[in-house]
């Protein structure tokens, strides 16, 4: 096949793109995002027009502000996929918030839990009045002691923060955490009317992630999806966008 049949082929495309990104200032591979549903490049530009005579007719147009997008849309999530959009920190540990429902002991005051508590965080309730009147107690250690005794084997229900060091990765989100800048290189295939298939690439020299991100938790329907959106820039040769179909 010649380059100038390529050229004129008459190509279709019917699959996502596989996507490699990598961090634009240190030019370290930082994700390879290779379970999206649909991956879509537009490219976007104004025009203005300076015009002239009778019906002030359009006689000269000037293109610019040239940019675009590159938008992903994806049933599939990772840690390194909400760093990128979100830009927040990644941390070992996390702290949240646990309920128990258990039962006193014979004494009627006396409740162990699985883990010790972070100071300060224990609340108790009776079962019957969750989040109700809180009985009073104090804590030492994993277990609680209630100030007024109740029923031998009376149900409580208690809340308590704890700390989670083992296995655990946690994306910090703050008021100042900015997504950073990307180079993205796209990998796909598109069909001739010949029957062929032509790999084609695409790079997105500086691709900055949008930090809109909608995370649905629901239990029924389609699995939640995330849809990522980057903004197409220039870098600094004035590069946004390259589209390469690839002869074999």
Not at 16 to 26: G, N, P, S
Not at 44 to 63: C, D, I, L, M, N
Not at 123 to 147: N, P
Not at 210 to 230: A, F, K, R, V, W
Request: aromatic fraction near 8%; include cysteine.
């Amino acid at each position: 096949m010649t380059t100038n049949n390529i050229t004129n082929q008459n190509l279709a495309n019917r699959e996502v793109c596989d996507l490699i990104f990598v961090d634009y200032a240190t030019k370290k591979p930082f994700l390879n995002l290779d379970f999206a549903n649909v991956s879509t490049t537009e490219l976007t530009g104004e025009s203005t027009f300076a015009y002239g005579g009778a019906g002030h007719p359009k006689r000269v147009q000037f293109a610019g502000e040239r940019g675009g997008t590159l938008t992903i849309e994806t049933q599939i999530q990772t840690v390194k996929l909400w760093q990128l959009i979100t830009g927040g920190e990644l941390h070992s540990s996390a702290k949240f918030i646990k309920r128990v429902e258990t039962a006193v002991d014979e004494a009627g005051t006396a409740i162990t839990l699985e883990d010790a508590p972070i100071a300060g965080s224990v609340t108790v309730y009776a079962a019957d009045d969750d989040c109700g009147v809180e009985l009073e107690h104090t804590v030492t250690g994993s277990t609680v002691t209630l100030a007024s005794a109740l029923t031998a084997g009376a149900s409580v229900v208690v809340y308590y923060m704890k700390e989670v060091s083992a296995g655990v990765q946690r994306v910090s989100v703050k008021s100042t955490s900015f997504p950073k800048a990307f180079t993205v290189y796209g990998d796909t295939v598109m069909k001739t009317e010949n029957d062929e298939l032509l790999p084609y690439r695409f790079t997105a020299y500086k691709a900055a992630p949008q930090g809109n991100m909608s995370l649905s938790y629901s239990n029924s329907g389609d699995p939640g999806s995330i849809t990522i959106t980057c903004d197409l820039l220039a870098d600094g040769d004035d590069n946004i966008l390259d589209l390469a179909l690839i002869e074999e």
